[in-house]
């Protein structure tokens, strides 16, 4: 079944310690995203890419970090900059062929810091 | 301002009436919208999307669009406990390439 997975499900971060968080889809989608959400708010965009080795800042990329090498892969790292990463982080990829294209989501990672 | 703003919740119907859920945007470049629906701890999943001015309806889900306005809402007829979830509305614009979303509307549906 196609999809998109993320990894791992919980972690937990240390003072100082820089985290990656991995994304893969299966769905040879073009675009893909990252989002952040913290509890009882919506989605807030981090980073997005729409082509292989090409992306974007979205509306709070301080203290993150991404790469797209692979058309499938998307993986964020968050930084020890990021001072207050904990948060439930979604994956997300659509099509890119037409604008009424959904997000198709990863079941998400809540990272929390020890 | 928010780029997206969702009427502010909770918002609790009993069993069988309407819940209705509103948004507005500020970026005239909009071209889609959608309405997610998230239970909690899980990811959201697509209720419906529409991009013309005018109604969407589909089963117990009316989607409305007012480009002019910049409003978009979603009604639930006959509403179910199994509605209660959080409602994020989402909208995309085509040159930026990305959506943005409302901070969402929880909804009680108390039996």
């Known amino acids: 079944d196609g999809g998109i997975t993320q990894s791992p499900k919980y972690l937990f971060r240390k003072e100082g310690q820089n985290v990656t968080l991995s994304c893969e889809q299966n769905?040879?989608?073009?675009?893909m995203y990252w989002y952040r959400q913290d509890p009882g708010q919506g989605l807030r965009l981090i980073y997005y890419s729409q082509i292989v080795n090409d992306f974007q800042k979205g509306d709070i990329a301080e203290g993150y970090s991404v790469s797209r090498e692979k058309k499938e892969s998307f993986p964020l790292t968050v930084t020890s900059a990021q001072k207050n990463p904990t948060a439930f982080y979604l994956c997300a990829s659509r099509r890119t062929s037409a604008t009424n294209e959904k997000l198709f989501f990863g079941s998400g990672t809540q990272l929390s810091v020890l | 301002q928010k780029e997206v703003e969702q009427n502010s919740g909770p918002l609790s119907v009993p069993e069988g009436a309407i819940a209705s859920l509103n948004c507005t945007y500020s970026?005239?470049?909009?071209?889609?919208f959608f309405w997610y629906r998230q239970y909690s701890g899980k990811s959201p999943e697509l209720i419906m999307f529409?991009?013309?001015?005018g109604d969407k309806e589909d089963g117990r889900f009316t989607a409305q669009l007012n480009k002019a306005s910049q409003y978009v809402s979603l009604l639930i007829r006959d509403s179910q406990p199994s509605d209660s979830a959080t409602y994020l509305c989402?909208?995309?614009?085509?040159?930026?390439?990305?959506?943005?979303f409302g901070d969402g509307t929880t909804l009680t549906v108390k039996p």
């Open positions: 970026d005239r470049g909009s071209q889609s």
């Open positions: 529409i991009y013309s001015n």
């Open positions: 769905l040879n989608h073009d675009a």
């Open positions: 989402a909208v995309y614009n085509t040159n930026a390439g990305k959506s943005t």
